[in-house]
T-cell receptor
Framework: LAKTTQPISMDSYEGQEVNITCSHNNIATNDYITWYQQFPSQGPRFIIQGYKTKVTNEVASLFIPADRKSSTLSLPRVSLSDTAVYYCLVAPTNRDDKIIFGKGTRLHILP | KAGVTQTPRYLIKTRGQQVTLSCSPISGHRSVSWYQQTPGQGLQFLFEYFSETQRNKGNFPGRFSGRQFSNSRSEMNVSTLELGDSALYLC????????????FGPGTRLLVL
């Protein structure tokens, strides 16, 4: 059962690159790592998913070291609209494992 | 493709009543999961349905139940509502394999008075 640990909150400035690290020491061999973004009173929105090394899409990059015990979401050149809560989720592939969201990281972008 | 839809979006009930929430998944998705989100507890997993069968269940009392229909639409029911049931209830769908990306709906905001 892979639980995740993330910083509770982070502040950054517009135009900067933001890196949010999540630890998941008990990740299983077949588990994927998924990151979501959530704005107040909305459902979480999928950002990126990866298994190992590096994944990049139009909004973010995900870095996963070889041991897969952590992952880092990288948001390039953030803007005020990136202020949100970011969740790291290790989605279990074992059907008996429950899906556990952590507390997430509250990212606050300053002008 | 249309996203996940949830109805109603807002609901006010009183203690002791029951409530039914509805979720329509993305077309072709066979798995539907339900979550409760509160400021104090965060996002908590309620249950997951796949092909009309409950595949997994979180640690919630039996007052919380759900079902899935043959068209993959899902409903969840909460009976004997308590004040603490006030929350944002989120539904998420995925194609069906475990570990796949889940796509969330906008949620139903339930207020219990």
């Amino acid at each position: 059962l892979a639980k995740t640990t993330q910083p509770i909150s982070m502040d950054s400035y517009e135009g900067q690159e933001v890196n949010i690290t999540c630890s998941h020491n008990n990740i299983a061999t077949n588990d994927y790592i998924t990151w979501y973004q959530q704005f107040p009173s909305q459902g979480p929105r999928f950002i990126i998913q990866g298994y190992k090394t590096k994944v990049t899409n139009e909004v973010a990059s995900l870095f996963i070291p070889a041991d897969r015990k952590s992952s880092t979401l990288s948001l390039p050149r953030v803007s005020l609209s990136d202020t949100a809560v970011y969740y790291c989720l290790v989605a279990p592939t074992n059907r008996d494992d429950k899906i556990i969201f952590g507390k997430g990281t509250r990212l606050h972008i300053l002008p | 493709k249309a996203g996940v839809t949830q109805t109603p979006r807002y609901l006010i009930k009183t203690r002791g009543q029951q409530v039914t929430l509805s979720c329509s998944p993305i077309s072709g998705h066979r798995s539907v999961s339900w979550y409760q989100q509160t400021p104090g507890q965060g996002l908590q997993f309620l249950f997951e349905y796949f092909s009309e069968t409950q595949r997994n269940k979180g640690n919630f009392p039996g007052r919380f139940s759900g079902r899935q229909f043959s068209n993959s639409r899902s409903e969840m029911n909460v009976s004997t509502l308590e004040l603490g049931d006030s929350a944002l209830y989120l539904c998420a769908s995925s194609p069906g394999g475990r570990g796949e990306t889940q796509y969330f709906g906008p949620g139903t905001r339930l207020l219990v008075l």
